[in-house]
């Protein structure tokens, strides 16, 4: 097995088949896709022209990467990071694992990548839920927003309009349940009065044991 040299480490990588040449972190590992044909000086020469990258994810990811993993519906997944020519950084989720495509290190950009596919899935999926539960709970809401916002998972205008952390989609599904029900209570009862929580509690007996995992264990996702 071919090996990088470092400063201080070594780094064994391994060389895969492929139309263009690519530099993957896949589960802890260096793999090169490259041309079958290409020279391995050349292979050589992308390695060293890129050892900035390399150096970054071998001493350690960004921890808004979770260690390696981004959490999808309260499910921990691996997460492999591909150097290739891409205008636009982007995440894909692939059937047990995620592929961030990227041709930049700045983690700015990397967290926009990854942002904007939570921010993409949670629409679906609020969109879809509260289209179920409105019909339960007899109400009917205006706009759905989706942004980041801080240190809450939704909110609910006097108009009626609702606003959810795209970072929604990193719950358990039955966490998210809980979100929308209590947005959506809000257009009964615009409070937190013992009212309102009866009125989640007609649609959700249970929705105190999803509450305390909101705050004890939700409140690590939003970063």
Not at 50 to 56: G, Q
Request: charged share 30%; glycine share 4%; net charge positive.
């Amino acid at each position: 097995m071919p090996t990088l040299k470092l400063e201080d480490k070594e780094i064994n990588y391994k060389i895969k088949k492929n139309k263009v040449v690519q530099l993957r972190l896949q589960y802890g590992n260096l793999l090169v896709k490259a041309p079958k044909n290409l020279p391995q000086e050349e292979i050589e020469k992308v390695l060293v022209d890129n050892k900035s990258w390399i150096e970054k994810r071998f001493d350690g990811i960004d921890s808004y990467i979770l260690g390696g993993e981004i959490i999808y519906l309260g499910n921990n997944y691996p997460l492999e990071t591909i150097i290739t020519a891409v205008e636009i950084p982007y995440l894909s989720k692939e059937k047990d694992y995620f592929s961030l495509y990227t041709n930049s290190e700045n983690s700015k950009i990397v967290k926009i990548a990854i942002d904007e596919w939570l921010k993409n899935q949670t629409k679906k999926i609020i969109v879809e839920k509260i289209t179920k539960y409105k019909k339960i709970i007899n109400v009917q809401p205006k706009e759905i927003y989706i942004e980041k916002l801080f240190y809450r998972w939704g909110s609910c205008s006097n108009f009626g309009n609702m606003k959810f952390n795209l970072r929604c989609a990193m719950l358990p599904d039955e966490i998210i349940d809980y979100v929308v029900v209590h947005e959506l209570c809000h257009l009964i009862q615009l409070n937190h009065s013992k009212s309102f929580w009866l009125e989640v509690k007609k649609i959700m007996p249970d929705y105190e044991r999803r509450q305390n995992w909101l705050n004890e264990e939700g409140n690590k996702l939003i970063i």
